[in-house]
């Protein structure tokens, strides 16, 4: 069992920067591939950006390429969500997402190739 949760979500006016945490449970974090998604009210939840097991590789969604960063820290269990240039088509519950399976790729952007998942935190971005 990972547990997975998130932090640093707010109010945020547009233009602005918010740097989202999520800090996972277990041993292991550096053999899982990270994600974050998002959902909007009304929206289906939607790929944000991952990261693979060593940090080296990422995917972003085109929405946000460019002005969000995805990192991690595996000595700390973390994995963060830099957004710059917030918009308010940004404003969502954000989620993080952990894959314990082998694999990495395009399927990452897939929210059924992931085992465990936050509570989520709420980012609003006023205009």
């Known amino acids: 069992q990972v547990q997975l949760v998130e932090s640093g979500g707010g109010l945020v006016q547009a233009g602005g920067s918010l740097r989202l945490s999520c800090a996972a449970s277990?041993?292991?974090?550096?053999?899982?591939?990270m994600g974050w998604f998002r959902q909007a009210p009304g929206k289906e939840r939607e790929f944000v950006a991952a990261?693979?097991?060593?940090?080296?590789?990422?995917y972003y969604a085109d929405s946000v390429k460019g002005r969000f960063t995805i990192s991690r820290d595996n000595a700390k269990n973390t994995v963060y969500l830099q957004m710059n240039s917030l918009k308010p088509e940004d404003t969502a519950v954000y989620y993080c997402a952990a894959r314990l399976r082998a694999g990495w790729g395009s399927l990452m952007v897939r929210a059924n190739q992931y085992d465990y998942w936050g509570q989520g935190t709420q980012v609003t971005v006023s205009s």
């Open positions: 277990g041993r292991t974090f550096s053999t899982y591939v």
């Open positions: 990261i693979s097991r060593s940090g080296e590789s990422t």
